[in-house]
């Protein structure tokens, strides 16, 4: 356990540093009522002091194969205001009793102690996150904690245009929208339900205020949308969008099949028919994205590729379902209760354990797409996407 307290003990003093520690210049001390001296300022300057002085990467957060989790995916909600063919059944899934659904103070809590051990990304998933009504206050409260550089939400896009203005005012700075159609009516079959102009307006809301890139998470079904990938395409010309084309994956509830399953080099193959030109970018570190771009275009397109080629050998991802389960990895069964642990009166070092024991279980790379279709897992719509 050395090496964790260390890392802890680092930590806390770096932070503790900020205050008195710049560039070199003397420390002058704020006058009462300065508005140069306002907390959103020295907030950021906590930040880029962190930036500018890595701590050790927590060992509770560190796998037996060296991989370091500094990206937490929290589920706020269950329920969704649509039926994704790819996401749950048509008759809907028997959600959590309310009073097993991770309280707003428990989120908060789970969030401050995965911070200071070195999660830097947070992203907001459901469900639909957008449908919780105190969203924007848990976006604020994240906003204030210092080391997290990144706080994002992935949405259907329903309510995006209404609520973005305040979301980015609270500090929400990365945005993916799901949108699998670009065809009205199609959009009705394969969500279920009406809403398309709304994600629509939502999106061109996300570019107004300034997100660059916004993110159209696509995923692609034989026999359904693939006739469209030029399309998506074709809107990153003019619009810094990075359009994610998804291979279709295995989740309890939706019918998955190979055949239904368009992989990432058919997909590309298409898309080089039509624009040769078409160039590879460079793989940022622990990225689960394959990105393209057409010269002269504004956006790029990318791919996951997690079933034809996966990439757990550089997973930073761990995410907390709506009932507070800790999963390690997404196409894996096992989990954690954080939550029972948390209302049984878990100190933080215990909890830290227990979130170091599970992160040690993590396999190096999931089962495959075969075995995972025939594998006992939740829902796509109770992990959190």
């Known amino acids: 356990m050395a090496a964790p307290v260390v890392s802890r003990m680092v930590r806390r003093v770096l932070r503790s540093s900020i205050r008195s520690c710049n560039s070199g210049a003397p420390v002058t001390q704020p006058r009462p009522g300065d508005p140069s001296q306002s907390a959103a300022e020295e907030l950021s300057r906590r930040r880029q002091f962190l930036r500018e002085h890595p701590v050790p990467f927590s060992a509770f957060l560190t796998d037996s194969f060296g991989r370091q989790h500094s990206y937490l995916r929290i589920s706020l ?86 609520l973005l203005p305040q979301l980015q005012k609270a500090g929400l700075n990365a945005i993916n929208i799901s949108l699998d159609t670009l065809v009205p009516a199609k959009f009705e079959f394969i969500v279920r339900r009406k809403g398309f102009h709304k994600v629509m307006e939502g999106l061109h809301k996300a570019i107004e205020l300034g997100y660059s890139p916004v993110k159209v998470n696509c995923v692609v079904m034989r026999g359904l949308n693939e006739d469209e990938l030029l399309d998506f395409v074709a809107l990153t010309e003019g619009l810094p969008l990075d359009v994610r084309f998804i291979e279709y994956m295995p989740f309890d509830g939706n019918k998955w099949n190979f055949k239904k399953m368009v992989s990432y080099k058919e997909m590309l193959d298409t898309l080089r028919q039509r624009w040769p030109e078409l160039e590879k970018l460079p793989e940022e570190e622990s990225s689960t994205a394959k990105s393209f771009k057409i010269p002269g275009f504004r956006g790029h397109v990318s791919f996951i590729t997690s079933m034809s080629e996966h990439f757990c050998g550089t997973c930073n991802r761990l995410r907390i379902t709506a009932d507070g389960n800790l999963k390690v990895c997404l196409f894996g069964n096992a989990e ?49 996407g």
């Open 77 to 162: 909600t269950e329920k969704c205001n649509l039926r994704c063919q790819y996401c749950m059944p048509e008759e809907g899934v028997p959600l959590t009793p309310k009073v097993d659904l991770l309280t707003t103070e428990e989120i908060l809590m789970l969030a401050r102690l995965f911070v200071k051990e070195g999660v830097d990304k947070i992203r907001l998933t459901g469900g639909e996150p957008l449908i919780r009504p105190d969203v924007v206050d848990i976006v604020a409260q994240l906003h204030r904690l210092e080391g997290l550089r990144t706080i994002g939400v992935t949405t259907n896009g329903i309510n995006l245009a209404r």
């Open 336 to 384: 954690v209760s954080l939550r029972d642990h948390l209302r049984a009166g878990a100190s933080e070092e215990e909890l830290l354990s227990i979130i170091g024991a599970a992160v040690g279980r993590k396999k190096r790379q999931h089962a495959g797409m075969f075995n995972i279709s025939q594998m006992k897992n939740r829902p796509m719509i109770l992990i959190g």
